[in-house]
């Protein structure tokens, strides 16, 4: 009975009731992640979509809670995981129904074993592996993870790898196949028959964004210097510490208030003295003059500690960026910050 208010109701009309039913912001939200014919499908059932009555409002959001909730039990510990806790929480029926609704649409990403392990183990177990498949299983990892895994390689293999990764373009199903079957058959999962994309330089980007500083320097230096196409390309999509000195001075104060002066003093103990008089002419005078004593009462550092104080700088600047309240120019953009 409780279902019948969305009973034969296509599935797009479902989804503009859903994104009607989330509210602008969310919906914004997740309109940025839709392609363009997507887009435009959505936007139409919206512009045409009926009255729905507060029984399919709630239908439709309790069904999507239900599908990602089921991917998210899928993506933890695989379909056996999903379906007993499905059952468990809403009986038998309705968790096979729910799992043959998604399963179909649903592809287990490749070494998803992996992405549920620690980096240092992950590293112990594929520190044998040719560069080749380390770039390969890394372009499947999230980003954070990817990262403390090629910080852990030796410095040359670092490189080696972010250029594989960068370089990787599409790869068969058959050929993911056997690099899990090599790596003792871990990973269940069902592929589909076209090419799937894999690798790539915002690959890449993602993964050094989350690295260290030391680990970023050492491949960036290593790809300079032997492909320096990449090491430019790389290099317009990435935003260290140094590139501060572009920002405009509203956004790094915008900055400022984020970053603690404790980490900011360390930070800068590495930094040009241009990039340090543009911190200090975004100050006030009293908090410019704490933070230049901070700096002489500490002394010499070592480097890994300012590198690491940087990194948490740029973290900073990045996680603005991700909500909208900074602009970072990208190489060729003309605009630096709006």
Do not use: C
Not at 39 to 50: D, K, P
Not at 112 to 118: E, G, K, P, S, V
């Amino acid at each position: 009975m409780a279902k019948s208010g969305t009973k034969g109701m296509p599935g797009k009309e479902k989804i503009a009731i859903l994104m009607v039913a989330l509210g602008n912001e969310i919906a914004a939200e997740v309109y940025k992640r839709m392609d363009d014919t997507t887009i435009e499908i959505v936007t139409l059932e919206i512009a045409n979509l009926r009255k729905v009555t507060p029984e399919q409002r709630l239908i439709v959001l309790k069904d999507a809670q239900e599908v990602l909730l089921a991917r998210e039990y899928m993506a933890r510990g695989g379909v056996d995981y999903a379906r007993d806790i499905l059952e468990r929480a809403l009986g038998p029926e309705r968790a096979h129904n729910l799992l043959t609704r998604i399963t179909a649409s649903l592809q287990v990403r490749p070494f998803d074993f992996m992405r549920h392990t620690d980096a240092q183990q992950v590293l112990g177990f594929i520190q044998g592996e040719h560069p080749q498949t380390i770039a390969l299983i890394m372009s499947y990892l999230e980003p954070a993870q990817a990262a403390g895994i090629i910080g852990g390689l030796p410095a040359t293999m670092q490189a080696e790898v972010a250029k594989r990764i960068a370089r990787m373009d599409r790869i068969t199903p058959e050929v993911l196949r056997e690099v899990e079957r090599v790596l003792e058959r871990k990973l269940s999962t069902v592929m589909g028959q076209d090419f799937t994309l894999a690798g790539g330089i915002d690959a890449i980007v993602n993964i050094i964004n989350n690295a260290d500083r030391g680990t970023e320097r050492n491949i960036m230096e290593h790809l300079e210097e032997n492909d320096p196409e990449l090491a430019e390309e790389i290099k317009r999509r990435l935003f260290v510490f140094e590139d501060i000195i572009k920002l405009d001075d509203r956004s790094l104060q915008r900055v400022l208030r984020e970053v603690e002066m404790k980490e900011l003093s360390l930070a800068l103990k590495g930094a040009t003295e241009e990039l340090r008089a543009k911190f200090f002419k975004n100050m006030s005078k009293r908090a410019s003059e704490m933070l230049k004593e901070d700096m002489d009462y500490m002394g010499p550092v070592r480097v890994k500690d300012v590198e690491e104080s940087q990194q948490k700088v740029v973290n900073v600047i990045r996680a603005l960026e991700d909500v909208g309240e900074i602009v970072i120019s990208r190489g060729g953009e003309e605009d630096l910050v709006v």
